[in-house]
Nanobody, 125 residues
Framework: QVQVVESGGGLVQAGGSLRLSCAASGRTFSSYHMGWFRQAPGKEREFVSAISWSGDITRYADSVKGRFTISRDNAKNTVYLQMDRLKPETTAVYYC??????????????????WGQGTQVTVSS
C-alpha cells in the first residue's frame, strides 16, 4: 500500500513563506507524476500544482503562478511546494497526491490515486 505523508504546514503572516514536503512510499516513486491540491473551509478541493515524474514539466493554478514552486527529489521520494508571498486566501488544508500510472500530467483530482491526509496552512492578515 502506498503511503503519502505531507508536512510543513503551519501559521504564517501574510507575505511570508512556507515549504510543504510530501513523502511517498514505494520503490517506483520516480515513475509517477505528483500533485498538490488544497481545500479551503466551505469550498471544494482545487488543483494547486503538479510535477511530472522526471521533474521536467510543471503545472500551476493561475492563482498561485509566480508565487508557488513545485519540485521533487526522486532520490528522497519527496515532492516539495515552496509557497512565497502568501495571502490570507491561501489558507486551506493542502493535500499531496500520486497520479495514476501512465496518465498525462493531471490537473484534476480524478487523475490521482493515492492521497495524503493533508497539512493545514493558515495565513494571517
Amino acid at each position: 500500500q502506498v503511503q503519502v505523508v505531507e508536512s510543513g504546514g503551519g501559521l504564517v503572516q501574510a507575505g511570508g513563506s512556507l515549504r510543504l514536503s510530501c513523502a511517498a512510499s514505494g520503490r517506483t516513486f520516480s515513475s509517477y507524476h505528483m500533485g498538490w491540491f488544497r481545500q479551503a473551509p466551505g469550498k471544494e478541493r482545487e488543483f494547486v500544482s503538479a510535477i511530472s515524474w522526471s521533474g521536467d514539466i510543471t503545472r500551476y493554478a493561475d492563482s498561485v503562478k509566480g508565487r508557488f514552486t513545485i519540485s521533487r527529489d526522486n532520490a528522497k521520494n519527496t515532492v516539495y511546494l515552496q509557497m512565497d508571498r502568501l495571502k490570507p486566501e491561501t489558507t486551506a488544508v493542502y493535500y499531496c497526491a500520486r497520479a495514476k500510472y501512465g496518465v498525462a500530467l493531471p490537473t484534476i483530482d480524478s487523475g490521482y490515486e493515492y492521497w495524503g491526509q493533508g497539512t493545514q496552512v493558515t495565513v494571517s492578515s
